[in-house]
């Protein structure tokens, strides 16, 4: 099968969102592998950890056409953190299906980024990328992240719910979205 890698850039009003460079690894991780941004993401990572997470994140370019991106605050040029679009591998989650992710540095938390990269990833699954439905991922305490997913029009999908350790509760829990109910960037 041929590579997907094309060239990756889409710009929002504040951010853009673009592949990853090698000059990004280095201010991504400092800026996100916290306590505070790990707490629901198994905890801070260690050399092993990062490694291993940046070749998924380059892999899935590769593979699919689509990733977690880079988001860089358009103003200043720096890494916020990643959003994005993957296939979900996670273990004994719905292998395949389209699925909408992120991770933003605390220091722009409650500021509208993660829900403006995350609208922008949604409509790109379903104008794009060819996608009927997308899903998201979190676990029960993680109340920031299900929160975005209903500010994205998503609905709790406890029928897609799945045991898995890997975010720090013994369960997984799911939203998810239609492409017939996506109202657009500007619903
Ligand atoms: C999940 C996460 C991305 C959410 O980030 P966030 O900044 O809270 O989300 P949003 O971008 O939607 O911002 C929402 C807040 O910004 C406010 N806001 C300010 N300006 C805004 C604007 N222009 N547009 C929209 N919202 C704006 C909203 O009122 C809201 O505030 P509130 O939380 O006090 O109600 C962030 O908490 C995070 O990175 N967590 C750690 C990593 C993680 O757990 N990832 C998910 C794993 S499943």
Same mark, same amino acid.
């Given at each position: 099968?041929?590579?997907?890698? &094309?060239?990756?850039?889409?710009?929002?009003?504040?951010?853009? !969102?673009?592949?990853?460079? =090698? &000059?990004?690894?280095?201010?991504?991780?400092?800026? @996100?592998? @916290?306590?505070?941004?790990?707490?629901?993401? =198994?905890?801070?990572?260690?050399?092993?950890?990062?490694?291993?997470?940046?070749?998924?994140? !380059?892999? /899935?370019?590769?593979?699919?056409?689509?990733?977690?991106?880079?988001?860089?605050?358009?103003?200043?040029?720096?890494?916020?953190?990643?959003? =994005?679009?993957?296939?979900?591998?996670?273990?004994? =989650?719905?292998?395949?299906?389209?699925?909408?992710?992120?991770?933003?540095?605390?220091?722009?938390?409650?500021?509208? /980024?993660?829900?403006?990269?995350?609208?922008?990833? !949604?409509?790109?699954?379903? &104008?794009?990328?060819?996608?009927?439905?997308?899903?998201?991922? &979190?676990?029960?305490?993680?109340?920031?992240?299900?929160?975005?997913?209903?500010?994205?029009?998503?609905?709790?999908?406890?029928?897609?719910?799945?045991?898995?350790?890997?975010?720090?509760?013994?369960?997984?829990?799911? /939203?998810?979205?239609?492409? @017939?109910?996506?109202?657009?960037?500007?619903?």
């Amino acid at each position: 099968m041929g590579s997907l890698v &094309t060239a990756f850039r889409h710009e929002t009003d504040r951010l853009i !969102l673009r592949d990853w460079r =090698g &000059t990004d690894w280095e201010p991504f991780w400092h800026a @996100t592998n @916290t306590p505070a941004v790990m707490e629901w993401l =198994g905890g801070v990572c260690d050399d092993a950890k990062r490694n291993a997470a940046q070749q998924r994140l !380059l892999s /899935y370019q590769t593979d699919h056409g689509h990733t977690f991106w880079a988001v860089e605050r358009k103003e200043v040029g720096a890494i916020l953190g990643f959003c =994005g679009l993957k296939r979900c591998n996670q273990a004994g =989650g719905p292998q395949g299906e389209m699925e909408v992710g992120w991770r933003l540095c605390e220091d722009v938390w409650g500021q509208g /980024y993660a829900k403006e990269a995350a609208a922008a990833a !949604l409509d790109l699954a379903f &104008t794009r990328f060819g996608a009927e439905q997308v899903i998201a991922l &979190t676990v029960e305490p993680n109340a920031p992240s299900w929160g975005l997913m209903k500010r994205l029009g998503m609905e709790r999908r406890e029928d897609l719910d799945f045991p898995n350790s890997d975010f720090g509760a013994d369960r997984i829990i799911v /939203y998810s979205i239609a492409r @017939t109910d996506w109202k657009g960037l500007d619903g």
